[in-house]
C-alpha cells in the first residue's frame, strides 16, 4: 500500500510535467515543507476553466497527510524529482503513510493567491 501511494505521488508527478513543467525543487532536509508545497502543487486547479491544465488536479485535493520523522513509520520523502518510500527504521522525515485512510479528508481549499511550487 505505501509502495501504491509512492507510485500514485510519481504517477501525478509525471502528468503534471506533461502539461505544465518537470517538478525540480531542492529537498529541504528535516523539514516536510517541500513534500507539503510539492503535493499541493499537484492538487491545485484553476478556478477559472480557461486556465485550468487538462488533468488537473493530479492528485486528490482529499488527500491530506501529516508529517513524520518518526523511524518506526512509513514516509513519503521528497528527493528533489520525485517521492521515495522511507521505510521503518530509516531516518527522514517525509508524508507520514497511513494504512487506516484517515489521510482523506475534506478538500484542501486553495488561498486565492496559491503560487504553485517549482519553476
Given amino acids: 500500500m505505501a509502495e501504491a501511494r509512492q507510485e500514485m505521488l510519481n504517477q501525478a508527478l509525471?502528468?503534471?510535467a506533461q502539461q505544465n513543467?518537470?517538478?525540480?525543487?531542492?529537498?529541504?532536509?528535516?523539514?516536510?515543507?517541500?513534500?507539503?508545497v510539492i503535493l499541493r502543487t499537484l492538487q491545485y486547479r484553476d478556478s477559472d476553466d480557461d486556465r485550468a491544465k487538462v488533468g488537473s488536479p493530479y492528485v486528490d485535493p482529499r488527500y491530506n497527510p501529516v508529517s513524520?520523522?518518526?523511524?518506526?513509520?512509513?514516509?513519503?520523502?521528497?528527493?528533489g524529482r520525485m517521492y521515495e518510500l522511507l521505510t521503518?527504521?530509516?531516518?527522514?522525515?517525509?508524508?507520514?503513510?497511513?494504512?487506516?485512510?484517515?489521510d482523506f479528508t475534506t478538500a484542501f481549499v486553495f488561498p486565492p493567491n496559491f503560487q504553485m511550487a517549482g519553476r
Fill in 14 to 16: 509525471h502528468g503534471f
Fill in 88 to 102: 521503518p527504521g530509516q531516518a527522514g522525515a517525509g508524508l507520514l503513510m497511513n494504512f487506516e485512510g484517515t
Fill in 68 to 79: 513524520s520523522s518518526n523511524t518506526a513509520h512509513y514516509r513519503l520523502r521528497w528527493t
Fill in 21 to 36: 513543467y518537470e517538478m525540480l525543487f531542492t529537498p529541504m532536509d528535516g523539514s516536510t515543507a517541500d513534500e507539503m
